[in-house]
C-alpha cells in the first residue's frame, strides 16, 4: 500500500451492524475525482458513504471504522441476504466508471493489499467479494467499477484458484418506467452521474434547464472547491460540502463573484475543447446571448468561394464570416429565413449532428421535429430501447429527449411531456 491509511477524515454516515459479523467485501466506482467523492460521502445529506476510499495514486483513506455499517450498498441481494451493509466491506475506487478510465497499478497495488488483510482479518470467501454491480438490484442499476480487471484481481487476492465471474457483465436493465430508461441513457451518453436527489439536478429540474451537456466538473478557487454542472440552458455551481447552496452562472456578477466566474468560464469552455478568451467576439457573444453552454471549439467551413467560422452552443450555432468576427449570426435566424435546405445551414446541420456523433437525416421524421421544436443541440447518438413490449428510437437533446415507437414515425413525442 502506497503509506498509511489515512484515517483523519470520517463520515457520518454509517450505523449498527445489528449484531451481524463481518462477512463480504464490495468493490465501488467514485464516477468522480477523490475530492469530489470525499466531499460527497462524507456529506451528511448524501446519507451515503463507504469504508475505505483508495484514490488513483493509492493512498487510502478510512471514512468509516469496520466496526460499524457504512451505508454503501443501497438496494442490494446477494446469496439470499439482503441486509448487505450490516454484513459488509465497502471500497471506493477513484474512477470516472465509464468503461475508459484506468486503475492504475498504485491503486491495485493498495486495493489488492488492503482486500488481502480484510480477508484474513475476517475469512471472507471468495465468493463473498464482488462489485456493486453484482448485487445492486433491479439487476443494472449500477456499473461500478466499470471497466475494472476483476478477475486479475481476484487471481491476486486468493491464492487458492478460484471460478472466475464474467469480466463485464451486462445484466438485463429493469426500469419503472420508460422515461427513467430514456433519462438514463441520455446521462450516460454525456457522462453524467445519475443523482435525482442532488440538490443541484433537483434545481435544474424545477428552472427547466433541460439536460446535462457534459460530465460534472471541479474547480478550485481561493482555497475553496466548488462543483459544476452545465446543463442546456445554464451551468450551476455548488461549494463542496454546501450541497443545498446552488447558483447560476449567469447570477454570478458582483465583483467579489467574478475569480469563480472566470474560472467556470475556463472550465466549461476546456469540456468544449478549448480555451476561453474573454476579448474573443463568439465568446463575448455567448455571455449576452441565452445560447447555452459551449459544446465544441471554432471550426471552419468553407463552401464555394466563402469561409465561416462556427461554434456549437447547447442551444444554437453561431456563425461569423472569416475575418468579420463581430457579425455574428445564429443558424436558427439562418434556418428560419431561408430553410434547412440553404448550403450554410445544411452545412452548420451537418456538422452539428456529426460533432454528437450522430448523423443529420433530413427526411427521418425525429430529426424534422428537432427543427419544428428545437431542443438543442444533440448530445449522442440515436438509441434503441425495449419497454413493456415496445421497441422505441430515442434521440437526447440538450433539452430533452425525442423518442417514438419504431413503426410510428409520425407520433414523436418528447421526454418532458410524460416525466
Not at 468509516?64 to 442490494?76: F, L, N, T
Not at 448550403?343 to 424534422?368: D, K
Amino acid at each position: 500500500m502506497t503509506g498509511a491509511i489515512n484515517t483523519s477524515i470520517r463520515s457520518p454516515n454509517y450505523g449498527s451492524r445489528n449484531g451481524r459479523s463481518i462477512s463480504m467485501i464490495v468493490i465501488h466506482a467514485t464516477a468522480g475525482t477523490v475530492r469530489s467523492a470525499l466531499a460527497w460521502l462524507t456529506n451528511p445529506a448524501s446519507r451515503v458513504s463507504a469504508h475505505y476510499l483508495i484514490d488513483k495514486a493509492g493512498q487510502i483513506y478510512r471514512l468509516v471504522p469496520d466496526e460499524y455499517a457504512a451505508w454503501h450498498a443501497g438496494r442490494a441481494a446477494w446469496r439470499g441476504e439482503t441486509a448487505i451493509n450490516d454484513i459488509s466491506l465497502g471500497i471506493e475506487l477513484e474512477n470516472a466508471n465509464n468503461g475508459r478510465d484506468p486503475y492504475p497499478a498504485t491503486q491495485m497495488e493498495s486495493l489488492v493489499q488492503l482486500t488481502r488483510d480484510k480477508v484474513a482479518q475476517y475469512r471472507i470467501a471468495p465468493d463473498m467479494v464482488v462489485r456493486h454491480l453484482d448485487i445492486a438490484i433491479p439487476r443494472g442499476r449500477k456499473s461500478d467499477p466499470a471497466g475494472f480487471p476483476w478477475n486479475d484481481f481476484l487471481r491476486q487476492v486468493f491464492a487458492e484458484p478460484i471460478d472466475a465471474l464474467p469480466e463485464h457483465p451486462i445484466p438485463p436493465v429493469r426500469y419503472a418506467t420508460l422515461s427513467q430508461m430514456l433519462l438514463h441513457e441520455a446521462y450516460r451518453q454525456v457522462g453524467a452521474v445519475e443523482w435525482s436527489d442532488w440538490t443541484m439536478f433537483r434545481t435544474a429540474r424545477a428552472a427547466g434547464l433541460g439536460l446535462p451537456v457534459a460530465p460534472s466538473f471541479e474547480v478550485t478557487v481561493a482555497g475553496r472547491s466548488y462543483i459544476g454542472q452545465s446543463f442546456g440552458r445554464e451551468t450551476l455551481v455548488s461549494p463542496i460540502a454546501e450541497w443545498k447552496r446552488v447558483d447560476r452562472l449567469s447570477m454570478l456578477t458582483a465583483p467579489e463573484h467574478q475569480p469563480l466566474r472566470e474560472a467556470l468560464l475556463r472550465a466549461i469552455y476546456a469540456q468544449a475543447g478549448e480555451t476561453y478568451r474573454p476579448d474573443w467576439a463568439f465568446h463575448q457573444y455567448a455571455q449576452h446571448t441565452p445560447i447555452g453552454p459551449p459544446l465544441s471549439p471554432g471550426f471552419r467551413i468553407r463552401i464555394d468561394d466563402d469561409e465561416w467560422v462556427a461554434a456549437i452552443y447547447a442551444l444554437d450555432v453561431i456563425y461569423c464570416p472569416v475575418n468579420r468576427w463581430r457579425a455574428i449570426s445564429r443558424l436558427s435566424d439562418l434556418i428560419a429565413s431561408q430553410g434547412e435546405r440553404d448550403p450554410l445551414a445544411m452545412a452548420l446541420i451537418e456538422r452539428l449532428y456529426e460533432h454528437a456523433g450522430s448523423q443529420w437525416r433530413p427526411n427521418w421524421s425525429l430529426h424534422q421535429h428537432a427543427l419544428r421544436c428545437q431542443p438543442g443541440a444533440p448530445l449522442g447518438r440515436s438509441f434503441r430501447v425495449s419497454f413493456d413490449g415496445r421497441d422505441y428510437v430515442a434521440e437526447a437533446f440538450a433539452l430533452d429527449v425525442l423518442f417514438c415507437a419504431i413503426g410510428e414515425w409520425d407520433n414523436v413525442q418528447r421526454l418532458s411531456e410524460i416525466v
